[in-house]
């Protein structure tokens, strides 16, 4: 979805109310991904034309809030359902580490994980109780975006 030049000048208008508003300049951005969040964010204000979502943004400043979170790249998040997590340390990886012997080859597959904070968690997790019992594995972890 790439943008002709002249669609991407018309967000020119655009990335001027968000770099006065916000400080934010996106200029440097992916130009689809912009373009694709943006339209986003039209539909979901109802915006009919770009003319209408900059109407929108210059008298809806919580707009232009929305719009920026929407447009940043997602920090990682490592264990962010703390129960869960708790609960997988819980039943599952404290009693495995326990149960396995000293050098033996632990495999965990993750899917649906588009970004690898589940797998990388789950690395950690496992390190950290392997530590904790002297024991030393080899870890193998195969993660999918898809289930």
């Not at 655009?14 to 130009?31: E, I, M, N, P, T």
């Not at 929305?66 to 940043?72: A, E, R």
């Not at 990682?76 to 359902?81: A, P, Q, V, Y």
């Not at 080899?138 to 898809?146: E, P």
Request: negative net charge; proline residues 3%; aromatic residues 8%.
């Amino acid at each position: 979805m790439a943008a002709a030049p002249d669609a991407w000048s018309a967000l020119d208008p655009v990335f001027a109310l968000l770099r006065h508003r916000s400080d934010q300049d996106f200029r440097g951005y992916k130009r689809a991904t912009l373009q694709r969040r943006i339209h986003r964010r039209m539909g979901l204000t109802n915006a009919a034309t770009l003319a209408d979502y900059t109407e929108l943004l210059q008298s809806h400043p919580e707009e232009i809030e929305t719009l920026v979170k929407d447009l940043m790249i997602t920090v990682t998040g490592f264990f962010r359902d703390t129960e869960a997590w708790k609960a997988l340390d819980e039943i599952v990886i404290t009693p495995l580490v326990a149960a396995r012997a000293d050098d033996a080859e632990l495999r965990f597959w993750v899917p649906a994980c588009a970004t690898g904070e589940e797998a990388y968690s789950l690395a950690m997790l496992t390190v950290e109780r392997a530590e904790a019992a002297g024991k030393q594995f080899q870890i193998k972890i195969f993660a999918t975006d898809r289930l």
